[in-house]
């Protein structure tokens, strides 16, 4: 995924676009979830980019976090809200 490769700056816009294999839209809705240590996780939600690929768009008002290493999970969610796991990792 592109997120791997992303440096993320607190309280700005963030713009990026991913296209895991075998998770298209609109038949798929992808998320991420990041987490800092133990405070709560933070959900971005992506928007279909086109055939092949979805979109995040993230205001600041909702990147203005603590700055630090962040864990992040990426899922896949089917139309019956079915849950496949795409991708983990680290991002700072």
Excluded: C, H, R
């Excluded at 798929?28 to 086109?50: G, H, R």
């Amino acid at each position: 995924m592109n997120l791997s490769s992303l440096t993320l700056y607190a309280g700005t816009k963030w713009s990026w676009s991913e296209a895991p294999t075998g998770f298209l839209p609109p038949t798929y809705t992808l998320k991420i979830y990041f987490k800092l240590k133990n405070n709560a996780a933070i959900e971005l939600e992506s928007t279909p980019n086109d055939t092949t690929g979805f979109k995040f768009e993230v205001l600041p008002d909702k990147t203005n976090i603590t700055p630090g290493t962040y864990t992040f999970q990426a899922q896949a969610f089917d139309s019956d809200g079915v849950m496949s796991f795409v991708e983990a990792g680290t991002i700072a």
